[in-house]
């Protein structure tokens, strides 16, 4: 009898012995399932890349003596040396100038060479990992000063005639230009690695020092303790009369296919595409200056491409349609939705339980929410009264849905009030961009099959917009990750 006993016990610790090792190897809700090649910024091994835009997300002209206006900093560590992937020379290249992959036909082209540049730039990065490679982090920087009189930007993705100048800000012949790029390699000194790109749209200014009163300015600079922790960016923008309108954001993007605002093939640290509902973005941002009070600054920004039918976009500028949502917590920037500006709305506001409330039920919509909506300018089917978006600062038209924090954003971890994650309160935040994604408002026309909302491009940052003062915008990110939400299986990725 006793040795029936032991026999048993023996027999129950093995089976439940089994049955968490197998718990441990099955994957939940819970488990963590990174979509970039970096989870959390952890990897000693930086892979960043930069580009620079103007108005109409192309290149125009190069500055001069700059090449092209994409640049990278990628290295491998070893014990205690950085070998750097890309030299300086290739970050120089610019139009005449040949490098592996570019067609003879395009060496001239100052917007084809730009996008061929970053390819090659992300051949060189590239990390050969499960599923698929990726390729770096992205510094974006735009200048917002469009000249109209130049022909250079279509509408809705039209070419269009030179028009007088009008709402947007230009100080003459070359308000478009590109910036001074200056490139600090990255370093490992003291057991701390430290780089940083840097520069001015002002073509007389030089590397090495900090911003004038009078000019404008952009730094991005990445540090990191050897083998411990997050990357840090570091990032400083500033406006001035001559460039009053600038944006600088740090942007997770795909690592094929077209990135949000893009019309062509792009590469970046998604190996997976996030789709609505099933993801979370996780960071960590301290704002120490925010730019005055035009600042949008972006707590996150989504975007990616699909067409008014639903159908994916195929770089088809005349019907492809570059979708944002954007999380605005700048606490100065106003709700222009409300109920007697409802044309600043959407259409209607969907709650965490799937309800829908319209914008004309005063009663209930929250128009404190939203700071703006504005719909596609090739759209045939609007309900009015309707905002429509600027035709002419992307490729082919587009859509924004601009939020304000708000409690009705709190199902999804989104800040609640005015203030919360600005200057002096620096927090890490995890944000259920799958799950709000999934219940904004995008314009689809009547009676076609709903869009797959995939998801190219991911980033934080400030769209700066003009004001009477040169504004300064200070901040740090760090850990960034994009989580997927629910199982897949190790093949999916």
């Known amino acids: ?3 029936e006993k032991q026999i048993q016990m023996q ?94 036909e395009d060496i001239n082209n100052t917007d084809i060479y730009a996008v061929q540049k970053e390819l090659y730039l992300g051949s060189l990065c590239e990390v050969k990992d499960t599923g698929s490679p990726w390729q770096f982090w992205m510094v974006m920087l735009k200048n917002g000063n469009y000249d ?52 001015s749209y002002d073509l007389d200014s030089g590397c090495g020092a900090e911003y004038h009163a009078d000019r404008s300015y952009y730094e991005v600079i990445w540090e990191k303790k050897l083998n411990f922790g997050s990357w840090v960016f570091k990032h400083k923008l500033k406006t001035s009369k001559k460039y009053p309108w600038l944006m600088l954001y740090l942007r997770a993007d795909a690592t094929k296919g077209f990135s949000g605002g893009y019309h062509y093939d792009t590469r970046g640290m998604l190996k997976t595409l996030p789709e609505s509902s099933n993801f979370k973005v996780r960071l960590s941002l301290d704002i120490k200056k ?35 949502s954007e999380m605005i917590i700048n606490p100065e920037t ?78 999804y971890g989104y800040p609640t009030n005015k ?23 995008f314009y689809q026309d009547p009676g076609t099959p709903p869009a797959k909302r995939i998801w190219t491009s991911l980033d934080t940052g400030t769209e700066i917009f003009v004001t009477q003062e040169d504004e300064v915008a200070e901040w740090t990110i760090s850990d960034f990750d994009v989580i997927l939400t629910q199982p897949h299986a190790e093949s999916d990725l």
């Open 290 to 324: 925010g730019g005055g009070p035009k600042s949008q600054f972006y707590l996150i920004d989504m975007g990616s491409c699909w067409k008014n039918n639903g159908a994916p976009c195929d770089g088809d500028v005349l019907t492809d349609v570059t979708r944002y």
């Open 419 to 441: 203030g919360d994650g600005w200057v002096g309160d620096a927090r890490t935040w995890e944000l259920d961009v799958g799950g709000l994604s999934s219940r904004l408002y």
């Open 148 to 199: 109209t009189k130049s022909g250079l930007c279509p509408e809705n993705g039209k070419i269009v005639p030179p028009f007088n100048p009008g709402r947007f800000p230009c100080f003459g012949e070359g308000c478009m230009n590109q910036p001074i790029l200056c490139h600090q390699p990255t370093r490992l000194t003291d057991g701390t690695m430290r780089g940083g790109f840097s520069g």
């Open 334 to 411: 106003p709700a222009w939705c409300s109920p007697t500006g409802q044309g600043n709305c959407p259409p209607f506001h969907i709650t965490p339980d799937n309800r829908k409330i319209y914008r004309n039920d005063t009663a209930n919509f929250p128009y404190s929410a939203y700071h703006y909506y504005c719909a596609p300018g090739n759209a045939q089917h609007l309900e009015q009264p309707v905002s429509t978006c600027d035709p002419y600062s992307n490729p082919q038209a587009q859509e924004i849905v601009q939020l304000l924090p708000h409690p009705i954003w709190s199902a």
């Open 1 to 3: 009898m006793e040795m």
């Open 11 to 104: 027999t129950l610790f093995v089976f439940v012995n089994v049955f968490v090792f197998s718990v441990y190897l099955v994957p939940t809700a819970q488990s963590h399932v990174s979509l970039v090649g970096d989870p959390g910024m952890q990897k000693d091994n930086l892979r960043v890349a930069f580009e620079a835009w103007n108005f109409c997300n192309e290149v125009g002209q190069e500055a001069p003596k700059m090449g092209s206006p994409r640049a990278a900093d990628c290295f491998d560590l070893s014990g205690s040396s950085l070998t750097h992937k890309v030299t300086e020379a290739d970050n120089k290249l610019g139009v005449g100038k040949p490098f592996p992959g570019l067609c003879s």
